[in-house]
């Protein structure tokens, strides 16, 4: 995701958000440091551009080519948090 979010003419063409965990986004970034990619309070920052972060607490590990129930479940919460918002009418930004 952090990949695919690092191109610019992708951010160019929407507002991108990310609901997932810090503590794993940030170790992810460790593992695979992408140039001017940092966090930055709730929000992923991309050369100059601020991707803002909703939170989800996980006790998942980045684990990379591992199956993780933690991770899958991380990933469900996520989609359930994302479409409850867009049900509420929140703004996603």
Avoid: F, W
């Avoid at 980045?62 to 989609?79: E, V, Y």
Wanted: a negative charge.
């Amino acid at each position: 995701m952090v990949k695919a979010l690092a191109h610019p003419e992708l951010r160019n063409h929407c507002h991108p958000m990310i609901i997932g965990n810090m503590r794993l986004l940030r170790d992810y970034l460790q593992a695979l440091p992408l140039s001017g990619t940092r966090i930055s309070g709730n929000a992923l920052i991309i050369d100059d551009t601020e991707i803002p972060i909703i939170e989800i607490l996980s006790d998942a590990v980045l684990s990379s080519g591992r199956i993780d129930p933690l991770a899958g479940k991380l990933a469900g919460d996520a989609i359930v948090r994302g479409v409850e918002l867009t049900l509420a009418g929140e703004p996603m930004l």
